[in-house]
């Protein structure tokens, strides 16, 4: 669920993978396994591609 919602804000934005990977400071193949479900999401990493995106990031329990 959340590789999808980052896939489709990072398509919204209309920036590349390797863009993305450049501003956090990563290889474009970890951002591909995010977004494909192979790569562990960490809190660290949901912030550093908010951060990336110019974007908030908020963590709720529902």
């Known amino acids: 669920?959340?590789?999808m919602k980052l896939r489709?804000?990072?398509r919204d934005a209309k920036i590349s993978q390797?863009?993305?990977?450049?501003?956090?400071?990563?290889?474009r193949e970890?951002?591909?396994r995010i977004e494909?479900?192979?790569q562990n999401i960490t809190i660290d990493t949901l912030?550093?591609?908010?951060?990336?995106m110019g974007?908030?990031?908020?963590?709720?329990?529902?």
């Open 18 to 27: 390797e863009k993305l990977a450049k501003k956090m400071n990563v290889k």
């Open 30 to 32: 970890f951002v591909s």
């Open 1 to 3: 669920m959340a590789a």
């Open 36 to 38: 494909s479900g192979r």
């Open 8 to 10: 489709r804000l990072r």
């Open 47 to 52: 912030y550093r591609v908010a951060e990336a």
């Open 55 to 62: 974007k908030e990031l908020h963590f709720a329990f529902k």
